[in-house]
């Protein structure tokens, strides 16, 4: 063994050299007496030739050499005769013709093809995750999130961030969702859990002065997993002290800007664009916008509410809203596609979807509710929402929640099935101003929208007793791309403000001090103001490498319902573990 | 909020210039009309004064603040009037005059002063973390920290390892120490296990073709604690493909070397020593030999064993051996401390310590066993160790292993009573072929010394089922001043030397296949030869920090019994959270 090059890295400049290489045979091809391997490690292939003549005592092993195979190979790299270049390859223009060799070691035939158009159900690949992991759109996808850690780590200790580790052996804490737990042995009856965030320890690292801290941390909830959650996840957390909002946006945009310049060498306009959480529901019905292509959503409540169309006319006589979108182009949609749309707009709780396609000349617009409107109010319409000859119109109408979501939803699928988006395109933007609670029905209460522990804006102080739903907090979100990347918000730094949430958020008194207690005693010995962020890195990984799935940049990743195929967990355990722990297995849910 | 500076960066080279800080009050001093505050920040302190004629309507507020308020104060930064320099704090030539101040946090009066020399239980301290990690020692530690991890993730980002993270979630396997279990709740009876060690990951990741990988990564161990351990700890965790253990010692060293030149500016000499196993027993009594000071042992069993002292000869004729170390100037030692000593070599198994004075003349030595022995044997036994008057030698008669590892601690205590090491001496190097086996008197059978997964030195692989007692490994511990900072081996790529060292453990076929199974199957798909090596940070950290406690260097850490005295982890869960685990308690833990 003494790997002189990696297979990828060889070229015409290395021409004449020996050089010896390790790595994984791809394909043997036996071709007029020579032998013909494509060898693969890390860096990609290189092709590799046996003749008699040069390799002599090795040649039989090169025979017995088959797919996955793992060897080691030293030999002259040549010039590829004129004609057999192969222009798919990086290293196409050479050839290494053998002169030693050694199978380090033999490999079962792997249950599928290592390669990237890979055909062959997740699940098997799963199971044999290090074959998988072999193939190159896989590898790439792990360098990458490597160089991303990297790119982020030094950007922040190059702006005097600390990196500091918290417990993952934390407490338990009923907010939000879900705690894994884990039974201490030493305390029988008494349970750790896993962080879903770092939150408290950072903001107590602020209590403690370390002033700006950083980790790349793992956390965990304990959720039915939809196809884009992992119970476990990698958060970029963030925290630092005497500063106000645009100091970490700021911060956090040209970090980005650096990641996507020097990992992707793609340009990214700073400062992105800020908007407030209501005019992103008022022009995109969302609060992750996806600003890739037009379509904003436009208000005709004011035409509506004249019109003969009761439907209209009645909710906005109730306190609703009609709004619409534009389709340019449109009119090609098949009576039999607005109805499919008509059902999408449903799943968000959309009564109907009315239309209207342009078609200019005396009627205007073609539509099943053309004749509750006058001219005058159609051509105000069509002004409104910019429409033009051959675009359609589409309008909800319901209160201003349900139609601002469903046309953001609406809007977003139409631009995927019109393929209105740029495949490089890349648009971030911060929303901020968000509502700080909302409330929840089925609970009954006040919840907090983004944490219990944002601070509401200054202004909104004097109201947060009396009207809760009009408090807006310091909370900012990064956007792209209509995926949210990260979101934070100054905290709360004054003890009375805090607990004052806790009762609006309906804590008893005693959940408050059992969960948080510690945390408001801290508050109470000199908080600095404080604020952060955190991000995804999963997801940011997952879009910088333009993945559909998070299990595509995680080495062992879980399934749906939570388990690794790997190595087969979770899994049973002996009972003797279980005693010592102080537990013991629910029957009835044992079989 | 608008800072300018921290305040330790502050000097004469900002004479002049009208500064903004933020910090925590240490101190305030009213003295002769002025209110004199030093205030704190994570980068140091520096005084400022508050004068009436100058801070005007601040002034009231200055006289309200108290010890750990927290501020924001801009003003003037002035040389000191000439004799009263301060030359304890690096701020100590210049003061600053402050015109404008905001108390941004008032604070309860902390349960301990904020100073270095704290005088207060570590139990409070550690309740009230945030405020003992406001002590400028500590955070100097987390600074240290925060580079150490940066140093390291550059280093080998420079020599081409990607860091990829592995599960945390992960398999319960039962061998070695006890894991963590977290209840399934998707699996009802089922559990995961938090890793003890990325091991079968990393190594699934040489498979993989990953090639250089490493990670920082947190593991777990649920034992009874020692002083020096945590039920977490982060563990640098790296593994290689295709190399052989003198690479990885290579890459290992020059990154100690240059981690020590750059961050506490300390040269340290490259290659480190290597000293086999069986060498490092036999001189130094250990496998983690300090070697900054002398008293090597010897062996005078050839001697011993025709005297007639019966206890050495009797031992020698049964196969045991008799050593010696030799105190340099122990003619001190009182025959208390002799006896003391005694005692001390009992803890390790020594029924006894023998020892001669050497005071010269025609006695020679002073010893209660002097009489056993000729004139000529007492001049071999000195020549041997080396002894000259006012030296004390003592031995120790027993079983080869007991007498090593009695004489080795025994040579680190005296060395510890008699000041021998000079505080700045940082003594590296290598153990390296270590047994592969220990047999377990308890269990009967063998156990790993290493890990199952070390690979066997190739000249003993053929007499791995024969003699497993005298296999050597392919394993290396780097030491640091007697401690182990971390250890590796080259790893076993072949899947029938893995199950065969798997059956010389008394495993079950049964215990093998669910347990190892999957890491067996992989081993079949083509693994490569690789080997690793992990570092525990922890510590690495509390060594170079001169700490004498792994608490110094962990943000919130546990108690020996486990507990977070800040959160007051672990404690109750609801039993709704319970039910849905799947799990109950039993009741006669419950008490």
Redesign the interface.
């Known amino acids: 063994?003494k790997?002189t090059h990696y297979c990828g890295d060889l070229s015409l400049a290395n021409d004449g050299e020996i050089v010896s290489i390790?790595?994984?045979i791809q394909r043997r091809r036996d071709h007029g007496g020579l032998i013909f391997i494509d060898l693969?490690?890390?860096t990609g292939f290189v092709q590799i030739v046996f003749d008699p003549a040069i390799s002599g005592e090795y040649f039989p092993l090169a025979e017995k050499a088959r797919p996955?195979?793992?060897i080691?190979a030293t030999g002259k790299v040549s010039k590829r005769p004129e004609g057999q270049e192969n222009p798919n390859m990086t290293t196409g223009e050479i050839e290494i013709y053998i002169s030693e060799m050694e199978i380090?070691?033999?490999?079962?035939t792997?249950p599928f093809l290592i390669e990237d158009d890979v055909d062959c159900d997740e699940n098997v690949r799963l199971k044999?995750?290090?074959?998988?992991?072999?193939r190159p759109e896989l590898?790439k996808n792990?360098?990458l999130?490597?160089q991303l850690?990297?790119k982020i780590?030094?950007y922040l200790?190059g702006h005097g961030f600390?990196?500091?580790?918290?417990?993952?052996?934390?407490?338990?804490t009923?907010e939000g969702a879900?705690?894994?737990?884990?039974?201490?042995?030493?305390?029988?009856?008494?349970?750790?859990?896993?962080p879903q965030s770092p939150q408290?320890?950072k903001q107590?690292?602020m209590?403690?002065?370390?002033?700006k801290y950083f980790q790349i941390a793992?956390c965990?909830r304990?959720e039915?997993l939809r196809a884009d959650r992992q119970?476990?996840f990698?958060q970029l957390d963030i925290e630092m002290?005497?500063?106000?909002r645009e100091v970490i946006m700021d911060l956090m945009e040209n970090m980005m800007a650096e990641i996507y310049r020097e990992l992707l060498g793609i340009e990214i306009k700073t400062p992105f664009l800020r908007l407030s959480y209501a005019e992103a529901m008022e022009r995109f019905g969302s609060d992750k916008p996806d600003l890739r292509f037009g379509m904003e959503l436009k208000d005709i409540s004011d035409i509506a509410k004249d019109s003969n169309f009761k439907v209209f006319a009645a909710n906005v006589a109730k306190g609703g809203v009609v709004k619409g979108i534009t389709v340019k182009g449109g009119e090609h949609f098949s009576r039999r596609e607005l109805d499919d749309l008509t059902k999408y707009a449903g799943i968000f709780g959309a009564k109907g979807l009315a239309w209207m396609v342009v078609i200019g000349g005396e009627d205007k617009v073609k539509s099943p509710i053309a004749k509750f409107f006058t001219p005058e109010q159609i051509d105000a319409i069509l002004g409104r929402m910019e429409a033009e000859v051959g675009d359609v119109v589409m309008f909800v109408s319901d209160n201003y929640d349900t139609t601002c979501n469903v046309l953001g939803n609406l809007r977003c699928e139409i631009a995927k099935r019109e393929n209105l988006i740029a495949p490089d395109d890349n648009q971030f933007l911060w929303v901020v101003d968000f509502p700080m609670f909302e409330y929840d029905d089925e609970e009954e209460r006040y919840v907090a929208k983004h944490h219990p522990f944002t601070m509401p804006m200054d202004e909104d102080l004097d109201i947060l007793t009396e009207h809760p739903e009009k408090v807006r907090a310091k909370a900012y979100d990064m956007i792209l791309n209509g995926v949210e990347l990260g979101g934070g918000s100054i905290r709360i730094?004054?003890s009375e403000v805090q607990s004052k949430v806790f009762e609006l958020l309906k804590l008893s008194e005693e959940d408050i001090h059992?969960k948080f207690g510690?945390f408001l005693t801290?508050l109470?010995?000199?908080?600095?103001?404080h604020g952060g962020i955190a991000f995804g890195i999963d997801r940011m990984v997952m879009l910088m490498a333009q993945r559909k799935s998070i299990r595509d940049v995680?080495?062992?990743p879980?399934t749906q319902?939570?388990?690794?195929l790997?190595?087969?967990?979770?899994?049973?355990?002996?009972p003797k573990?279980l005693?010592?722990?102080?537990?013991?297995?629910?029957e009835t849910?044992?079989n």
Not at 104 to 108: D, P, V, W, Y
Not at 162 to 172: A, C, H, Y
Not at 566 to 574: F, I
């Open positions: 063994m790997r390790c790595g994984w693969r490690d890390r996955e195979y793992v080691n380090l070691n033999s490999a079962k792997p044999y995750r290090y074959l998988d992991l072999r590898q792990f360098k999130r490597h850690t990297m780590r030094n200790d600390w990196e500091v580790e918290t417990p993952i052996l934390g407490k338990s009923p879900r705690d894994y737990l884990v039974p201490s042995r030493m305390h029988p009856g008494e349970f750790y859990g896993l408290l320890y107590m690292l209590i403690s002065g370390m002033d793992r965990f304990d039915d119970p476990e990698t002290s005497f500063i106000d730094h004054n059992e510690y801290a109470q010995y000199g908080t600095p103001p995680i080495a062992f879980k319902s939570a388990t690794c790997t190595t087969e967990s979770p899994c049973d355990v002996a573990q005693r010592e722990l102080g537990i013991s297995l629910r849910d044992k």
